[in-house]
T-cell receptor, first 117, second 113 residues
Framework: SQTIHQWPATLVQPVGSPLSLECTVE??????LYWYRQAAGRGLQLLFY??????ISSEVPQNLSASRPQDRQFILSSKKLLLSDSGFYLC????????????????FGNGTRLTVT | RKEVEQDPGPFNVPEGATVAFNCTYS??????FFWYRQDCRKEPKLLMS???SGNEDGRFTAQLNRASQYISLLIRDSKLSDSATYLC??????????????FGSGTRLSIRP
């Protein structure tokens, strides 16, 4: 089964500073990869997904960008953080288990809790 | 309208009670459905997939009603350890190779002794 590594676990950054969150996956090749954000007390919002190296799809216009420089590496970035970028950032990939339809359920990394001050 | 909607709760029930959550989804083309559990300040973890015929895993039963586009989760004989937020999940049903998985905002459950 896959293992998803995310770091750092927590991060406190000032407004206007840059951001780089990294996600790496083990135990699978050419996975679809996803970035979600969860604001405090809210649900998960899909930010980006990627089907392969260099292929990024954005779900919502925002202050963030994503890149996939290697097959099992997915990076979330920002040039200048906003207060509204605070949240719990989760990287995910399909677990490979059989789901109820075409898609297998997602498996998440431990997440990065970002606080922008 | 949200793509996946849940009652946010909180549901506060005594230990041993039976509790049920419902969730509605807006995309009739959705094919894959799941329930996740999320503990405070942790990542969501898969509880169970939801199959058309309904499925059971111990004290947990999930059902899908395609005609009404809702999914349910039933927890029997609830335990203190069941206290968590339960997330309803559906895909967008697209044929793309990276079908988008959409999460509801979650229903908070608190089991009291």
């Amino acid at each position: 089964s896959q293992t998803i590594h995310q770091w750092p676990a927590t991060l406190v950054q000032p407004v206007g500073s840059p951001l780089s969150l990294e996600c790496t996956v083990e135990g699978t090749s050419n996975p679809n990869l996803y970035w979600y954000r969860q604001a405090a007390g809210r649900g998960l919002q899909l930010l980006f997904y990627s089907v392969g190296i260099g292929q990024i799809s954005s779900e919502v216009p925002q202050n963030l960008s994503a890149s996939r420089p290697q097959d099992r590496q997915f990076i979330l970035s920002s040039k200048k953080l906003l207060l509204s970028d605070s949240g719990f950032y989760l990287c995910a990939c399909p677990s490979g288990d059989r789901g109820s339809g075409e898609n297998s359920p997602l498996h998440f990394g431990n997440g990065t809790r970002l606080t922008v001050t | 309208r949200k793509e996946v909607e849940q009652d946010p709760g909180p549901f506060n029930v005594p230990e041993g009670a039976t509790v049920a959550f419902n969730c509605t989804y807006s995309n009739s083309a959705s094919q894959s459905f799941f329930w996740y559990r999320q503990d405070c300040r942790k990542e969501p973890k898969l509880l169970m997939s939801v199959y058309s015929s309904g499925n059971e895993d111990g004290r947990f039963t999930a059902q899908l009603n395609r005609a009404s586009q809702y999914i349910s989760l039933l927890i029997r004989d609830s335990k203190l350890s069941d206290s968590a937020t339960y997330l309803c999940v559906a895909d967008r049903g697209s044929n793309s190779s990276a079908s988008k998985i959409i999460f509801g905002s979650g229903t908070r459950l608190s089991i009291r002794p």
